[in-house]
């Protein structure tokens, strides 16, 4: 016992011994960088403010497929119609298919542009599918209501989520005039396929939304959507008067949902 | 003064039996709801915020009504309400406690909760929410302890109460503007996006809140020997004749410009409410049952000779409260989220599990009234005694 508590004592304070030693030695190194600098991956891309055109010309139902799966897929956002392995998670409860989430669905052109319904609409725009998601607004009323901000806006314009903070009082859910926010009123995980290792699943009680696949573009890549979309999406720097999407908006006529309200949604969609 | 709580008849353990009971049923059901999250409520993608949201908005304006006795009595000196006084502002804190419960059992990661202590953001309505509501809360506990205190010792209050009933006021219209402000400043919710909401609210608080005082009163009288007084109760059930015409008036004047303008995203919800929208009419019958109730309420109240009848009263108070609790407990937050903000049409009811939480909620809520209530009635039967 006596010996073994001094062979303990003697290791602690050895090890004590080389921090003492290697001190100065860190304090040299530290002093050297005049100031810390956080290192930044050189191939990501980056924007003033980033912005998506959508050529609705471009949308077809495949598109929409391809896109949605895409996404949903990268993201682990849970599907409720996929059946569930018991062996796995035994005692699933059914779901409610009004408790869905999702970030980014099709929707027709009456609920996407609810203040621009119209009886006399051109046909063709009827049953044209809309591809609908977080906006990432220049004034985004659901950064404005967070209690924690767990929902920020960054300074590229990305509005970005922090789901361990996030206290899930789904306050940003009724500020958001586009419905794009999804709570996790369940464990998402029994309902995902297979978990993709590039982006973490959530927990139950939080909110969730599309993050204009920051965790890709901070590589280099462009997001899911954009790849899937067999060139009906566009992403680029909305200030950037070269941008690719600034080229797409003098060439074309475009429109943005809700204007009026004033939240400066960063998505447009070419007619 | 906490010893007179644990003395008490028979039918007193009984009340006080039955609560906990409830309030353990809750506490069983609320265990489910933590383990497998808000998945057991009605709630959805589209009603992202139910019954638990809706209570807590009906509280709040109970907590504020209590106000009604407090400016009376300590502004304009009205003798009459010196009895009363104490009944409102302890109505008060078990109105808050029972806000703030709502509030957790809503919360998707209630552990959290202090994150918005942690992380203050100023620009979030919530913030200011929960700094008013506590302030409220802390307040009217310091205040009608220390005040009963002195009653029960036949003392005058310490000096420092005074300036805190004054503060209190202010605090009072506090809380339930700022409960408006969480609905009135959004700007995709045609329904809630009124500058009148906040008014509104307080008109129905001031309608709620002293009518249920009122009934609590006549509860007194009942089981206790303390006598609130009916002169003290006919100036209350003015108060509620005033408020309730008010919030009725408030309620038209929203109906008028709505319906007048014509803008669909505002006119959607009330047609959903009154009239039902595409063919989705839940709520239809409960808000002409508020509307037929309160209204009923305000012409018992306005007739001299109806006000004054004794066995009406507390059936017409019975009426506004239960009115109110409708109007702006379930109209005001799912006529908010019916339809979506994309028009789409998902209807909301509360689930069994959500109601039994509810119910748990308003226990715990009785609970502390009950024992607030009567420290402050044996105190008050001592002293006349």
């Known amino acids: 016992m006596m010996k073994k508590s001094r062979r303990s004592f003697l290791k602690v304070a050895g090890i004590a011994a080389i921090g003492l030693g290697a001190a100065p030695a860190m304090n040299f190194a530290s002093t050297n960088a005049a100031h810390p600098v956080k290192s930044k991956n050189q191939t990501a891309l980056t924007a003033h403010r980033w912005g998506m055109v959508i050529d609705t010309n471009k949308v077809t139902e495949q598109v929409v497929e391809h896109v949605m799966e895409a996404c949903h897929k990268a993201h682990n956002v849970p599907d409720f119609n996929h059946e569930v392995d018991e062996e796995k998670f035994p005692n699933t409860r059914p779901v409610n298919h009004k408790q869905e989430l999702k970030w980014i669905w099709e929707e027709h052109f009456k609920y996407a542009f609810p203040d621009k319904e119209d009886e006399f609409l051109a046909e063709k725009f009827l049953d044209l599918p809309f591809l609908v998601t977080c906006n990432h607004c220049k004034n985004a009323p659901c950064v404005q209501a967070c209690p924690t901000q767990a929902t920020f806006k960054r300074e590229d314009g990305i509005v970005l989520m922090d789901y361990h903070r996030c206290i899930g009082c789904r306050f940003c859910m009724a500020a958001c005039p586009f419905g794009a926010r999804s709570f996790n009123f369940r464990d998402p995980r029994p309902f995902i396929e297979e978990i993709s290792p590039g982006f973490p699943t959530r927990t139950k009680g939080v909110v969730e939304k599309c993050n204009l696949c920051s965790e890709r573009l901070a590589k280099g890549e462009l997001p899911h959507c954009v790849e899937a979309s067999e060139g009906a999406i566009t992403v680029g720097d909305l200030e950037d008067p070269e941008s690719e999407v600034r080229a797409l908006l003098n060439e074309n006529y475009t429109i943005r949902r809700k204007q009026s309200l004033g939240t400066e949604p960063s998505v447009y969609y070419v007619m | ?385």
């Open chain 2, 1 to 385: 003064m906490l010893e007179i709580a644990i003395k008490g008849s028979k039918s007193y353990w009984l009340w006080i039996v039955f609560l906990l009971a409830v309030m353990g049923a809750g506490a069983f059901v609320y265990i489910d709801q933590y383990m497998n999250g808000l998945m057991i409520t009605g709630m959805s993608r589209d009603v992202s915020w139910g019954f638990y949201i809706a209570n807590f908005t009906f509280l709040v304006g109970v907590a504020a009504g209590g106000v009604m006795v407090v400016i009376p009595y300590y502004l304009h000196n009205y003798e009459k309400f010196h009895r009363i006084t104490i009944l409102g502002e302890f109505l008060a804190v078990a109105s808050l406690v029972m806000c703030l419960l709502f509030i957790v059992v809503d919360l998707g990661q209630p552990t959290r909760v202090l994150n918005i202590l942690l992380y203050p953001s100023p620009g979030s309505m919530l913030f200011y929410d929960m700094l008013v509501l506590n302030g409220y809360l802390f307040l009217n506990i310091v205040v009608g302890w220390k005040m009963l205190e002195a009653e029960r010792n036949q003392v005058e209050p310490v000096w420092w109460t005074k300036p805190l009933v004054y503060l209190s006021i202010p605090f009072a219209i506090g809380i339930h503007t700022v409960t408006a402000y969480l609905y009135c400043g959004l700007p995709g919710r045609g329904y809630w996006l009124t500058a009148i909401l906040a008014p509104r609210f307080l008109a129905s608080a001031f309608a709620a809140g002293p009518a249920f005082l009122i009934i609590l009163c006549y509860l007194i009288k009942k089981f206790t020997k303390f006598d609130p007084g009916w002169e003290a109760i006919q100036t209350l059930a003015k108060i509620v004749c005033w408020a309730i015409i008010a919030n009725l008036f408030f309620f038209l004047c929203e109906v008028f410009v709505v319906f007048y303008s014509g803008i669909p995203s505002h006119e959607a919800h009330l047609t959903y409410l009154l009239f039902g929208y595409h063919g989705y009419n839940a709520l239809v019958p409960w808000m002409w049952t508020a509307l037929i109730l309160m209204f009923t309420g305000a012409v018992f109240l306005i007739i001299p000779k109806l006000r004054n009848n004794k066995t009406l009263l507390p059936i017409t108070c019975g009426m506004i409260v239960i009115g109110a609790w409708i109007d702006k407990g379930l109209g005001m937050i799912s006529g908010g989220f019916v339809p979506s903000p994309l028009h789409h049409v998902t209807e909301y009811a509360p689930t069994g599990k959500e109601i039994i939480i509810t119910l748990a909620v308003y226990a715990t809520g009785f609970l502390i009234l009950t024992i607030l209530f009567k420290l402050a009635t044996q105190v008050k039967e001592e002293v006349n005694g």
